[in-house]
């Protein structure tokens, strides 16, 4: 998921649930390692957070905002709800970058990736 902050504690909200229903939450910032690493420390977020400078996940997953800041390419927040097989089972993608994902969003888009075929 790329994450916005205010996205941050909700994940944050439900990774033991996803978690004991054997799923996983992974983040991806469009910032350097030690930049994602501190906000980690900062924030405590307790799942896999990765560094995306180049925008290489985002533009992988169909995510890449090009020139979103001049000269820069970024990832557009979104959440995937990916099957054990890596396949992408649905996603929460805001039309306006400022909506964030709820909690029960995150529930009901991970039970979709483990109940569909």
Same mark, same amino acid.
């Given at each position: 998921?790329? *994450?916005?902050?205010? $996205?941050? @504690? +909700? &994940?944050?909200?439900?990774?033991?649930?996803?978690?004991? =229903?054997?799923?996983?939450?992974?983040?991806?910032?469009?910032?350097?390692?030690e930049d994602v690493k501190a906000?980690?420390?900062?924030?405590?977020?307790?799942?896999?957070? *990765?560094?995306?400078? $180049?925008? @290489? +996940? &985002?533009?992988?997953?169909?995510?890449?905002?090009?020139? =979103?800041?001049?000269?820069?390419?970024?990832?557009?927040?979104?959440?995937?709800?990916?099957?054990?097989?890596?396949?992408?089972?649905?996603?929460?993608?805001?039309?306006?970058?400022?909506?964030?994902?709820?909690p029960q969003e995150l529930r009901?888009?991970?039970?979709?990736?483990?109940?569909?075929?």
């Open positions: 998921m790329t *994450l916005l902050p205010q $996205d941050l @504690a +909700v &994940a944050s909200e439900v990774y033991p649930e996803i978690q004991k =229903a054997g799923g996983e939450i992974v983040g991806f910032m469009p910032d350097p390692p906000m980690v420390e900062r924030t405590g977020v307790k799942f896999p957070m *990765l560094a995306d400078p $180049d925008a @290489a +996940v &985002a533009d992988a997953f169909g995510l890449l905002h090009a020139d =979103a800041v001049p000269g820069k390419n970024l990832g557009r927040p979104a959440v995937l709800f990916v099957r054990a097989d890596g396949t992408v089972a649905g996603s929460f993608q805001p039309a306006n970058y400022r909506c964030s994902v709820t009901d888009g991970f039970a979709g990736a483990v109940t569909s075929p």
